[in-house]
């Protein structure tokens, strides 16, 4: 590159570093900051930066041998300094952007971070691994023992299943075969609340000899169907069933519906648009299913991406408040479901202050649109607590934003969460086909492999489930060995662009 292309370079990055400095200032940031504060400064860094990020930009910063953008997210004005550096003369070496966070401390940051919500017996740079129980392992406890032997550090207990006993016993459980192995570490509990999932509570459909039909029964539903959806928690007797039907378990979901928004049903098997809004109901027509016939049974969940449910439904439920007293007793992280704007976790905050003086983890899950507009917010509300995370959960994000823009979602949301040092979690669907089948599909693997590049994996529950943390342990050994080495030869590389 030749010095009039070196220096425009170099302009324009000082350019960046003007926008930044701006930009931190109007949020009121300081170069004498707490670990958390330098998190939020570093995001809104990272932010304001990602919108100069261009292709030819890209380009120049390789062909002068400088760190690609996608390296600098944990420590943006370093890396930005360095560069800005190299591409100076003695003479014209400008004032660096300030504060500026260096790589071991962004890192020493996020450790610190990590250990604190996921555990204090997770070696440095090692993965926690989050396993989610069952029931029949109370009568099982083996499993639970050769999942803490395979590597388990964090025991899930989804709260939208079974109740406080089962809970309390599943907790006992881990905590008796810890006490009995006086050389094990402490084994995490994260407890999922429900949130406001929208379900089915009851069906109902259109036949010639039961005009009322089978209440609790099943539907099978094909493409071009017109569906109808009551805005009530039961369909009423009298009613003269005209289409399939089904009432939900939280009618105030359907309050923003408008003709054109789209219905997920069952994880996305069936999908429709609303032609139809009445008082009492609404109506959608099918225009996919996964299959010529979608059966449909009591239980399954709705997404309403377009239709601003969390203005009427609020993360936190009064189902959520009924069991935070139990759950503040058995856990360590608590997981907000449904999670909508940064109030949500404030509120979740202010409820536990009041129950505990026990030291809590908060688990955001990124699950909705909602959330995922609402991300930055969402991590700058979480630094400002102690132990904070964020959960990339998968099955209602694909369904909500479309699976193939998944890639890009994760993504996405990670390098957020690494800007903010704030500890990641990678969950659904990781090895669910070993988890049941004793098998992984190599899909599998290449996931597992790219969720590595988190705190933490979650695991859902199956027979072979432990063979599924063995694999874990496998393949994460050579994802860290093949990271050190990485490390090892890009670290010398730091001084001329700051990975």
Known sequence: MSNPEKNKLRNQLIEICHEIESTVKIKGLNIHSSPSEKGKQNLLAFLAFRRFVSEDLEKDLIRHGLTSSHHLHPHVCFSLNKMIDNLSSEKNKP????????????????????????????????????????????????????????GMTIARI???????????????????????????????????????????????????????????????????????????????????????????????????????????????????????????????????????????????????????????????????????????????????????????????????????????GIVAKIETKAAFQHLTKILLEGLNLDSFGIMIARGDLAVEMGYEQ?????????ALCDAAHIPVIWATGVLEKMAKKGIPARTEITDLFIGLSADCIMLNKGPYIIEAVNLIEQVKYLYLKNKTKRSEFLSSFVQYGGY
């Open 158 to 360: 989804n709260c939208a299943h079974d109740g406080p006993e089962i809970w309390r016993q599943l907790v006992s459980r881990i905590r008796e075969i810890e006490a009995a192995n006086e050389e094990g570490s402490r084994c995490k509990i994260y407890m999922d609340l429900p949130g406001p999932k929208i379900r089915i509570t009851e069906l109902k459909k259109d036949n010639p000899d039961f005009p009322i039909s089978e209440k609790g029964g099943k539907i099978k539903l094909k493409k071009h169907s017109v569906i109808r959806i009551y805005r009530s928690k039961r369909i009423p007797d009298f009613l003269q069933v005209e289409a399939p039907s089904f009432a939900i378990n939280l009618p105030k979901a359907l309050a923003n519906v408008k003709y054109g928004d789209r219905v997920f049903i069952d994880d996305g098997k069936v999908t429709a648009r609303i032609v139809n809004t009445e008082l009492n109901f609404v109506e959608a027509k099918i225009i996919r299913t996964h299959k010529n016939l979608v059966e449909l049974k009591v239980g399954k969940g709705i997404n309403l991406p377009d239709s601003l449910t969390y203005l009427n439904l609020p993360a936190l439920t009064e189902r959520d408040i009924e069991y935070l007293p139990i759950v503040c007793e058995l856990a360590d992280i608590i997981g907000l479901s449904f999670v909508h704007q940064p109030r949500d976790i404030q509120k979740l905050k202010e409820h536990i202050d009041g129950l505990t003086t026990k030291k809590i």
């Open 406 to 414: 998944l890639a890009i979602l994760q993504n996405s949301i990670k």
């Open 95 to 150: 004032q660096p952007l300030t504060p500026a966070i260096e790589p071991d401390e962004a890192a020493s940051i996020k450790e610190n971070r990590k250990m604190a919500l996921l555990g204090t017996n997770i070696e440095i740079n090692d993965k926690a691994i989050m396993v989610t129980l069952d029931q029949s392992m109370i009568k099982n406890p083996e499993i639970l023992t050769e999942l803490l032997r395979a």
